[in-house]
């Protein structure tokens, strides 16, 4: 089992930065694909970043990429995601999640552990 906390979620304005922290514990964190995924009210759970065991290769979706910044720290169990030039339809509740495969990371039925998730709120 791997146990999935995330944070530092809040309200912010337009073209705010946020950084959510995502703590795991449980297996060996290391040996895991890390993502984040969004939902907003009403819509499906979108992928918006992955990031492989190593941290040696990262993956954005179109609508963050050059905003957002995934990152992980091994020795510490946590993975992060530093977000920039926040836009009010970056509105959602964030997940942190974790994959034991490094394929096809993109999509949701690959990951097998989630967090609670934190709510990320951009005012206009």
């Known amino acids: 089992q791997v146990h999935l906390v995330e944070s530092g979620g809040g309200l912010v304005q337009a073209g705010g930065s946020l950084r959510l922290s995502c703590a795991a514990s449980?297996?060996?964190?290391?040996?895991?694909?890390m993502g984040w995924f969004r939902q907003a009210p009403g819509k499906e759970r979108d992928f918006v970043a992955a990031?492989?065991?190593?941290?040696?290769?990262?993956y954005y979706s179109d609508s963050v990429k050059g905003r957002f910044t995934i990152a992980r720290d091994n020795a510490k169990n946590t993975v992060y995601l530093q977000m920039n030039g926040l836009k009010p339809e970056d509105t959602a509740v964030y997940y942190c999640?974790?994959?034991?495969?490094?394929?096809?990371?993109?999509?949701?039925?690959?990951?097998?552990?989630w967090g609670q998730g934190t709510q990320v709120t951009v005012s206009s």
């Open positions: 999640a974790a994959a034991a495969t490094q394929y096809n990371i993109k999509y949701r039925y690959e990951y097998d552990y």
């Open positions: 449980g297996r060996t964190f290391s040996r895991y694909t």
């Open positions: 990031i492989a065991w190593s941290g040696g290769s990262t």
